[in-house]
């Protein structure tokens, strides 16, 4: 597993030294107090995802929190230029496909998307067919999940649509 912050067992990447100064002069109690606190907070105002298939002891679906750090993943510049070039594509991709789904239709003509994957999911809105957003922004969040994956000669960043939401 690649470390973010560690180039070994000691030595800390450089965009990190700063971060690692001040989390080193923080107690511990306090770290867990933060974290605990945070998982309050992503409970109460709902920052989960559901488990489907998975079913709590009561019959419900699971709801499990949105995956996070205290100890954010600090992104050097010279990645992030690549990074946000990426993040930009496939943003722009998935808002040209809901405006398709929701006008032309070409890509369930074309059968790239079954028709009943977009008909029968729950989150369709045929409501909004023909409406056309500002500036076909029809996603204003996507979860882009940005993993750093091994290469044959160095490490790379993916980027991957996790669960977008795309409501109008």
Known sequence: MFDEMNASAD?????YQGYQRW????????MKAKRAEAEMIFRRVGITFAVYGAKDEDGSGTERLIPFDLIPRIIPSHEWVSME???IQR??????????VYHDQEILKAGIVPSEQIFQNA???PE????DVPNNVYSQISGIDIVRAPDANRRRRILCAGRQFARA
Do not use: C
């Not at 989390?23 to 306090?30: A, E, K, S, Y």
């Not at 943003?91 to 398709?100: G, S, V």
């Open 91 to 100: 943003t722009t991709a998935l808002n040209r496909f809901i405006h398709d």
């Open 11 to 15: 030595s800390v990447r450089a965009h």
């Open 85 to 87: 070039k990426g993040l």
């Open 23 to 30: 989390l080193l002069r923080q107690p511990q109690d306090t």
């Open 128 to 131: 909004m067919m023909g409406v």
């Open 123 to 125: 989150q369709f809105r």
